[in-house]
């Protein structure tokens, strides 16, 4: 064991010292291994932050895995009694100790602007919605508990309501009228970005508000009354299916047979399959490639210095060194330098990736919790430059081994 434990030692040693003897040429064969290994692991690195971002933005469209909605209705299609609703509602919530709920409402109130006013689609929320829903603002704050208290109901608006508006800092408690029987002022509290297909002005008041000022709205005709709000809620994934039932049965039994319960999973997580899987094999079939690239380009340089080493492989041979010996000097010299070439790569992808503007530039402003530098993402970097070592010098070892000793002396 200790005789194994030396010979091992010792091979290392020695290609340390065959690496430093030739150092001009291992500087230029390690060079793209460097860069291999750094592409790859910055592939691997930033597909994270990607795939961060694709997830932050599937959150804050169906909520957080796992979230349940319940929709709830009575069998001529209307609305179940707001009051028997939120008994139920409520009463589920006690019963199974749920912390993140929420209830939804779409609605609509005409706005006054300075040029005239404008119908303004509105979503009610209760206060959980924005971490149910990882709500990012550019301005201001979320719905806080006090929010529930205020005389003047706070509202939080999207960009293009903000421009409209001339953009006045939150600071000093910019106001919205809201028009309807009886005019309501609305304190806007925070602003939250439009996206790219978003021209209209919204904005989000709380569940209890959107009720309130309802009251005065004129109602649809076609929708027989107020549209029935939905009611979700955010649960531990491994409990999903089993409160699914759970809820839909005790819903369905607090408002009666006359009332319909229909309890399901939105969140990306639920669907068929990882949806990310696509951009998974994207992200390794160009960590693949380029890392087949770094080891050809390696393979060749070592065939090509190769020969510059005859003379010095049939010296050694002539001296008493066996043929596996020599295999594996040859071989351990480009496990050695890849390894440490990978060990520069990887330290080059983490000071990439983590770069801020780099991840500004990936995230575009959709990623709230940046992940840290994927710790399989340097492992993978450094057994890529160990693998790839042993590749490119398995082909010059075995060339080593087969040259005749007096040939190589004559060379």
Not at 246 to 251: E, F, G, M, S, T
Request: aromatic share 8%; with cysteine.
């Amino acid at each position: 064991m200790n005789g194994l434990v030396t010979s091992l030692v010792g091979s290392f040693v020695e290609a340390w010292q065959e690496l430093r003897i030739h150092r001009t040429r291992v500087m230029l064969s390690l060079i793209g291994v460097a860069v291999a290994v750094c592409a790859i692991t910055t592939v691997v690195g930033l597909g994270a932050v990607a795939q961060q971002a694709q997830i932050e933005q599937s959150e804050r469209q169906s909520g957080r895995p796992a979230s349940l909605s319940l929709y709830a209705s009575m069998n001529d299609g209307t609305a179940p009694p707001e009051a028997a609703m939120q008994e139920a509602w409520t009463s589920v919530l006690a019963r199974y100790q749920i912390s993140y709920a929420t209830r939804v409402m779409n609605s609509s109130k005409t706005v006054q602007f300075a040029d005239g006013a404008a119908p303004v689609n509105i979503l009610g929320v209760d206060q959980p919605y924005g971490t149910m829903h990882r709500m990012q603002l550019s301005e201001g704050n979320w719905f806080t508990q006090s929010d529930a208290l205020r005389l003047a109901p706070a509202v939080i608006v999207n960009s293009v309501f903000y421009d409209r508006i001339g953009r006045p800092d939150l600071a000093d408690h910019p106001t919205a009228t809201l028009v309807g029987a009886q005019n309501t002022t609305a304190v806007i509290t925070g602003v939250y970005p439009s996206s790219t297909w978003d021209t209209a002005p919204a904005m989000y008041l709380l569940y209890d508000t959107v009720t309130a000022l309802s009251v005065d709205s004129p109602q649809d005709p076609m929708n027989y009354g107020s549209p029935a709000p939905q009611y979700e809620m955010w649960v531990p994934p491994e409990l999903a299916d089993e409160l699914t039932l759970a809820v839909q049965r005790d819903v369905q039994a607090a408002l009666g047979s006359g009332a319909n319960a229909q309890m399901n999973r939105q969140d990306y997580a639920s669907f068929n399959g990882d949806p990310y899987l696509p951009l998974q094999l994207v992200v390794g079939g160009v960590a693949g490639l380029v890392l087949l690239l770094g080891a050809l380009g390696l393979v060749n340089i070592a065939l090509v210095t190769l020969k510059q080493r005859i003379r010095e492989i049939g010296i050694r041979r002539s001296f008493g060194a066996t043929a596996g010996r020599v295999f594996f000097a040859v071989m351990m010299e480009s496990v050695v330098a890849t390894v440490v070439a990978g060990f520069v790569g990887v330290i080059a992808a983490v000071l990439i990736v983590k770069n801020p503007w780099l991840e500004g530039l990936i995230g575009q402003g959709q990623v709230t919790e940046f992940p840290p530098f994927p710790v399989e993402a340097a492992i993978l970097g450094l057994v890529c430059a160990t693998v790839v070592g042993a590749l490119a010098g398995l082909v010059p070892a075995l060339v080593a081994v087969r040259v005749k000793v007096i040939d190589a002396i004559r060379y």
